[in-house]
Nanobody
Framework: QVQLVESGGGLVQPGGPLRLSCAAS????????MGWYRHAPGKQRELVAL???????RYADSVEGRFTISRDSAKNTVYLQMSSLKPDGTAVYYC??????????????WGQGTQVTVSS
């Protein structure tokens, strides 16, 4: 079992920055992918960014160049540094971890979500 605890959400003005953190604990395999997804009202949940245990990254086109995902593997923590936030960034942001065995995704876990509101 793996637990994910997110923090850092809140209210931010358009154009402002915000940093999200997600700490993972429990049975974490060495090969894993951690990511951030968001779910805005009236929309489907979408991938924001992900990072592999080899530090490969992938971003949604809508956040490329404005958001940065990073991880501290020693702490099993992933961060999402968001800058130049737009009102359409308002959503519940969820942390996710996919655990892999022999190159195959074995388990997936989700955090409880943290609200990000971009508004003046």
């Amino acid at each position: 079992q793996v637990q994910l605890v997110e923090s850092g959400g809140g209210l931010v003005q358009p154009g402002g920055p915000l940093r999200l953190s997600c700490a993972a604990s429990g049975s974490i395999f060495s090969i894993n992918v951690m990511g951030w997804y968001r779910h805005a009202p009236g929309k489907q949940r979408e991938l924001v960014a992900l990072i592999t245990s080899a530090d490969g990254t992938r971003y949604a086109d809508s956040v490329e160049g404005r958001f940065t995902i990073s991880r501290d593997s020693a702490k099993n923590t992933v961060y999402l540094q968001m800058s130049s936030l737009k009102p359409d960034g308002t959503a519940v942001y969820y942390c996710n971890i996919d655990l892999y065995i022999m190159g195959v995704r074995d388990r997936t876990y989700w955090g409880q979500g943290t609200q990000v509101t971009v508004s003046s």
